[in-house]
């Protein structure tokens, strides 16, 4: 019964979930917020690949530095030097907290949950992908550069 006991709880042991995270290097581009790391789905080093048809996800953990009451969510793509708005995150970046709330307080940390889908439209391109959130007075509350790779 013993030789049982030890079995099951070896194998519990070794079927524990991992902790490692994607955690990715990113660029802060202007950001007033620390950023305190970025987790990227399926990616650890960059560009991170994201499929058409897919959800590319992942989590910014951020330190708030100064109070706000909102958050809005801003994503483009560089090309070069040229920058293309994207209508793929949800304005409301309040609504995608999973960590935190609005408003922030300094010193506050938040995580921001990113979701965004890669239609099947979007071309087979590598970009680099610039995510913002500007606070209630329009200040760049948070800014990073990742580059990504579209595949089909």
């Known amino acids: ?3 049982l006991f030890a ?3 070896v194998s519990m042991a070794m079927a524990k979930p991992s902790n490692k995270r ?3 290097p990113v660029e802060d581009c202007g ?3 620390n950023i305190v790391s970025v987790e990227f789905d399926g990616c650890t080093s960059p560009p991170c690949e994201v499929h058409h048809g897919t959800h ?3 989590r910014i953990t951020l330190q708030a530095n100064g ?3 909102s958050l809005t969510c801003k994503l483009s793509g560089m090309l070069g030097p040229v920058e293309l708005p994207f209508d793929g995150c949800p304005p409301d970046a309040c609504a995608s907290l999973s960590s935190g ?3 922030t307080e300094a010193g506050e940390t938040i995580v921001y949950e990113l979701d965004f889908e890669v239609l099947s439209m979007y071309p087979t391109i590598d970009v680099t992908a610039k995510w913002k959130l500007v606070d209630d007075n329009g200040e760049t509350f948070m800014c990073m550069l990742l580059p990504i790779s579209i595949k089909p």
Do not use: L, Q
Request: glycine share 4%; proline share 10%; with cysteine.
């Open 56 to 58: 590319a996800t992942g």
């Open 1 to 3: 019964m013993k030789f």
């Open 7 to 9: 079995i099951m709880m």
């Open 22 to 24: 994607d955690i990715v």
């Open 67 to 69: 109070p706000t009451s």
């Open 101 to 103: 709330d609005c408003p």
């Open 31 to 33: 950001s007033t917020a």
